[in-house]
């Protein structure tokens, strides 16, 4: 009665086993996130989101070719800001490791924060009589505002106040002693508002200092912005001035964990983004943040730059994340059209060249394409809706989803993810 196996299917299996080990292993990972590219219906479009009237024939195809869902990136109580939803997607926990936008991007330009500094996102915006007219002076140079905010510092800086050049309107603003209990509206989300009811709010009474602060700092900064003359030659130049501070998002130093802590498919990554706030995050992700000439941040950056530096980090590392903001700022703007051409662009100048590169590669590579959060044009503003993704990766079971968009997505085979569900489903596309 003694048993014997069949050695020769057993070994069989064990090197089918082994040869799935090694390609799970050797799968590499990108995701290509267009800022705020999901959109609501407009009526002018026949009813048709911008992502169902753009012509995106390689995300289109990649969402035929692979498999589709929704991800609900805003969580319970949070503001659905760009540091919000980015973490998010990378599959952070929100209530453990938010500090808010200016924390992030002070690790983006270099500001160590220490124990008892509070970090707040400062915009140079554009302010007509008491209204709010842009969130970001008429997207004015990095040139141009770093005078101005080295001025702010001389002025208005302290061993307690300290500004920050950052990047076009994005600046930082860091208060020794800031107490972050406060209630800040961030300034995108209120064009053509009244400034003043918008002022900062303590929501402890411990913070009512920082408050005052900051809010004299705003009004301060207007008196002395006015009549600066790096404001008066834009004005002669028919471009909106930068003259007034806007600072909010504030936070300390957060405590997160690596990407490469949490999935062990990640033994190093990179991020691109032209954004100070994409960036920070990439730091305390661990990943390597590449810089690439000519990317800016608006529908004017270097897409091929970014691709190719995407492409070159991809035989390098595990993880590419490439942040793209065009689109963003056009829902900004309220612009649709120009918005449309952003989605086209993304697809055309990004995802195809990326696609293209990588289908035949020996490393199989897996793509995941989606937005960080709608910003529709009617709103000029982020919401909370959910967000359409395709995961696309050689081999994968396609779904029956045809196109990539708002409305297809619903019918996608992945449902509808939260939390940190996106990033371990595609982290594990291969299993």
């Known amino acids: 009665g003694v048993q014997t196996c069949a050695l020769p299917i057993s070994l069989l299996q064990l090197q ?29 479009l026949g009813d048709k989101t911008l992502l ?43 209530p453990k490791v938010y500090e ?19 970090a707040m996102r400062c915009n140079l915006i554009c302010i007509d009589g008491e209204v709010i007219k842009n969130h970001s002076s008429g997207h004015i140079s990095t040139e141009e505002a770093d005078v101005l905010i080295q001025y702010l510092q001389e002025e208005l800086g302290s061993d307690k106040v300290c500004f920050h050049t950052g990047v076009s309107y994005r600046h930082l603003l860091v208060i020794k002693g800031g107490n972050k209990q406060l209630d800040c509206t961030p300034p995108h ?30 009004l301060k900064s207007q008196e002395l912005l006015k009549n600066h003359p790096i404001n008066q030659k834009r004005i002669a130049d028919g471009k909106d001035p930068a003259n007034s501070i806007w600072p909010w998002s504030p936070g300390y130093r957060p405590q997160m964990e ?24 990439g730091y305390y992700a661990g990943l390597r943040r590449l810089e690439v000439e000519g990317a800016t941040g608006l529908y004017d950056t270097n897409y091929e730059n970014k691709v190719a530096a995407a492409l070159d980090a991809l035989k390098k590392d595990d993880f590419v994340y490439l942040h793209i903001e065009a689109s963003d700022e056009a829902g900004h703007e309220g612009d649709v059209d120009l918005k449309i051409k952003t989605i086209e662009n993304l697809d055309s100048r990004a995802v195809g060249p ?64 939260k939390e940190d569900e996106f990033m371990k489903t595609f982290m594990l596309a291969n299993k």
């Open 189 to 218: 989300d209120v064009p053509l508002q009244p400034f003043r009811p918008l002022l900062v709010k303590p929501l402890q009474a411990e913070a009512e200092d920082t408050a005052s602060l900051i809010n004299e700092l705003i």
């Open 16 to 44: 089918h086993r082994s040869e799935a080990i090694i390609k799970k292993k050797l799968m590499k990972h990108i995701i290509i996130l267009g800022d705020g590219m999901a959109d609501w219906a407009v009526k002018s």
């Open 52 to 94: 169902q009237y753009a012509k995106t024939p390689y995300m289109d195809m990649l969402a035929r070719m692979g498999r589709n869902g929704r991800l609900q990136t805003v969580a319970d109580g949070f503001h659905p800001g760009s540091e919000v939803a980015n973490l998010s997607v990378l599959g952070y926990n929100l």
């Open 258 to 281: 690596t990407l490469s802590d949490t999935f062990p498919g990640i033994k190093s990554g990179a991020v691109i983004s032209a954004v100070d706030l994409i960036r920070g995050i």
């Open 100 to 118: 808010g936008r200016g924390a992030l991007e002070a690790a983006s330009i270099g500001i160590d924060l220490k124990p008892g500094e509070m």
């Open 354 to 417: 990326i696609y293209e590169a990588v289908k035949d590669w020996d490393e199989p590579v897996a793509i995941a394409i989606l937005p960080d959060h709608p910003t529709p044009c009617e709103l000029r503003t982020h919401t909370k809706d959910p967000i359409p993704f395709l995961i696309w990766y050689p081999g994968i079971e396609a779904d029956s989803v045809q196109t990539y968009d708002e409305v297809a997505a619903c019918e996608g085979s992945y449902g509808l993810l």
